[in-house]
């Protein structure tokens, strides 16, 4: 199988689409001509013309919108954010429009839109261009939510995500996009809602998506020299939610750890807390214990920063606690 | 077109009317924004629309005009009013929430600002599919103050989109007057600073209503970009069911009823020989018939099932 990167595998579904479908269409700030502000979309433009690929004006609700009323009317726009943390200026069109105008019309509106947005912190770009928004547009039914953490899941996820009918937002890690991965020859489609188990253990459950599941796996590292098996599970669309593969892991290791590079206070970790105690109390052994960010801000300072993201060393203390050793 | 205009100007006074009081008599729950005196706006624009064509609309949630003079039925809308299934949206959208796709309207945003992105983007479609469509947002006097509106107007212009953005200028933002949150005296002074016309037109004249929308649906299609359209009107009614609109100056709404949207069409036409002042009132009667058959089948429909609260959320 071949080996790209994180960030080739964005370019490689949008071009792969693109070339299925004339109705793929993809805008933004200076993803054009320039190739996008991360180089993640470089070739596009070059490809498919200035009709399918623009640029836009800085102007986030105008990007969105503009996406919104394309997919309502027949096209399949890719839009992108370019910091997911910009999507704070645009929540209006995300979240009042996107996600609940096929609600409030009774169904008669589609918007197979999907918005592109690099987020999550960890190399000084400071509180406004680093979180991890993704709880944002959990709380907004009718937007399904995409979070890969390797390349393959990259490329097999942003093509599933391009062909759904309904609004998504992809979210990229873009201290990922440099990781290498390998990713299957020819066509390659994830479905949503199917979490995968990037490693078996029998102890403990490490839920973890992004750049949190290569942390949990640094973890379960040194826990397998001490005899701690850890099985870590990458649920990679957060909307639709896999749970059942997380209830059965759980019902087999008898304790749950999520590990999130978020603001603690409504993150999705709670939710697969809350659901686990609910549908599997009787499995657990232990305490549940969220890893997160805390009730911080993404500082510029380096150790700042590295004190409030998870890191292994996080996580291997939080399983100690679980396992009560 | 005469005809058609004063008949649906005519549908929606008497529909507005109603819903009124059926607000009052609390049949209708939540809050609703009449359109009394605006009739000329919605069906001026209408009459260029061709949904067929894949034209679409984007308004406010002064909406249930708009809706009309598109082609949704009055049994559609006055469901949709009283949230039972068989409105345009199964109840679940209200008066502020309005969609008739087969009709072109996408929907009566109820957030200010938030349809015009919205109409660039069903502009985009007919532009790359050269379909020939066009796209109108319809906007109220307050809604340039807001970020949305300038950011839609700006792009339309650089990508040179088939779109209309029609301000209805009733002279208040809510409560405010225009004069009030604006620093310069026409909503289409602003046109100059995306380089697109301006055009100022009486909005109690339906006539010329579509004659500017028209002038400016044919410039779109011709790849000339976008026009800003301010027309010239009045609300009757305060902005929304509570307010009695004390702010009005005295005399202002004796002034405007003197310039009432169906008189001045109608008076025309009975000049024109093309009705009667008998025909009008049998018009009218029949006008009230048809929003009363409408106010009963509505009252008689079943609201949805309770499972519909969770459906039509994702495809």
Redesign the interface.
């Known amino acids: 199988m071949p080996v790209i990167t994180y960030r080739e595998a964005v370019v490689r579904a949008l071009d792969e689409e693109m070339a299925r479908d004339p109705d793929v269409i993809f805008f933004g700030e200076d993803v054009g001509k320039a190739g996008g502000v991360f180089k993640v979309t470089p070739g596009l433009f070059e490809k498919y013309g200035p009709v399918r690929v623009r640029d836009t004006p800085i102007s986030e609700n105008a990007i969105i919108g503009a996406g919104i009323g394309a997919a309502v009317t027949g096209l399949r726009p890719v839009v992108e954010l370019m910091f997911a943390d910009f999507a704070a200026v645009t929540l209006d069109q995300i979240i009042n429009q996107a996600a609940k105008m096929r609600y409030m019309s009774g169904g008669q509106i589609r918007v197979p839109l999907t918005i592109r947005a690099a987020q999550g912190g960890g190399a000084g770009f400071g509180s406004q261009h680093s979180q991890c928004c993704e709880a944002w547009f959990m709380h907004a039914p009718g937007l399904k939510v995409v979070v890969p953490s390797n390349p393959a899941d990259v490329l097999g996820l942003l093509k599933t995500a391009i062909r759904d009918d309904n609004p998504v937002v992809f979210l990229e890690h873009k201290f990922q996009y440099a990781e290498k991965g390998e990713v299957p020859d020819g066509e390659h489609l994830i479905p949503f809602g199917n979490a995968t188990v990037v490693r078996k253990g029998d102890h403990v459950t490490l839920v973890a998506v992004q750049k949190m599941v290569s942390v949990a796996a640094k973890a379960a590292e040194v826990l397998e020299a001490e005899g701690i098996s850890c099985e870590i599970i990458d649920p990679r669309t957060l909307v639709p939610l896999d749970m059942e593969t997380i209830l059965a892991s759980v019902r087999k290791t008898g304790r749950l750890i999520t590990v999130e590079e978020a603001v603690q206070a409504g993150g999705w970790g709670a939710d697969v807390a809350t659901r686990v105690t609910d549908e599997a109390i009787w499995s657990l052994e232990g305490p549940v214990i969220r890893v997160t960010l805390g009730q911080s801000i993404i500082p510029f300072s380096g150790p700042l920063e590295s004190h409030v993201i998870p890191s292994p060393e996080r996580v291997v203390a939080a399983v100690r606690r679980a396992l009560d050793v | 077109m005469r005809s058609k205009m004063l008949r649906n100007m005519m549908a929606i006074r008497a529909a507005e009317g109603r819903i009124q009081e059926l607000f009052l008599e609390n049949v209708i729950r939540g809050t609703t924004h009449l359109c009394d005196g605006q009739e000329a706006v919605s069906v001026g624009m209408a009459a260029v629309i061709d949904a067929a064509r894949?034209d679409?609309v984007?308004c406010t949630y002064r909406g249930h005009g708009h809706a009309l003079a598109l082609g949704m039925s009055l049994n559609s809308l006055f469901a949709e009013m009283m949230g039972k299934e068989a409105?345009?949206?199964?109840?679940?959208?209200g008066s502020m929430?309005l969609?008739?796709?087969a009709n072109g309207l996408?929907?009566t945003?109820a957030?200010v600002g938030?349809g015009?992105?919205?109409?660039?983007?069903?502009?985009?479609?007919?532009q790359?599919?050269g379909t020939g469509a066009i796209?109108i947002s319809i906007f109220g006097d307050g809604t340039p103050n807001i970020?949305?509106w300038h950011?839609?107007v700006?792009?339309a212009a650089?990508?040179k989109l088939p779109a209309i953005f029609l301000c209805e200028n009733n002279l208040y933002g809510e409560y405010s007057p225009y004069e009030t949150t604006a620093p310069v005296p026409h909503v289409a002074d602003r046109a100059c600073a995306y380089g697109i016309p301006g055009v100022i037109v009486d909005g109690q004249d339906a006539e010329a209503v579509y004659a500017v929308v028209e002038e400016a649906a044919e410039r779109a299609r011709a790849g000339l970009g976008p026009t800003l359209i301010e027309a010239k009107t009045y609300r009757y009614r305060g902005h929304s069911r509570t307010d009695a609109a004390p702010y009005r100056k005295p005399g202002e709404l004796d002034e405007w009823l003197a310039k009432d949207p169906i008189t001045i069409l109608s008076d025309r036409m009975i000049a024109d020989h093309q009705i009667t002042p008998e025909g009008l009132d049998g018009l009218w009667d029949e006008t009230h018939r048809a929003v009363q058959a409408a106010t009963e089948f509505a009252m008689e429909q079943p609201y949805p099932p309770l499972e519909a609260a969770y459906?039509?959320?994702?495809?």
């Open positions: 894949g679409t984007t409105g345009c949206s199964k109840g679940k959208g929430h969609t008739d796709m996408i929907g945003f957030i938030a015009l992105p919205v109409t660039n983007g069903a502009a985009l479609t007919a790359i599919k796209s970020g949305a950011e839609a700006n792009l650089v990508w459906e039509d959320i994702w495809v």
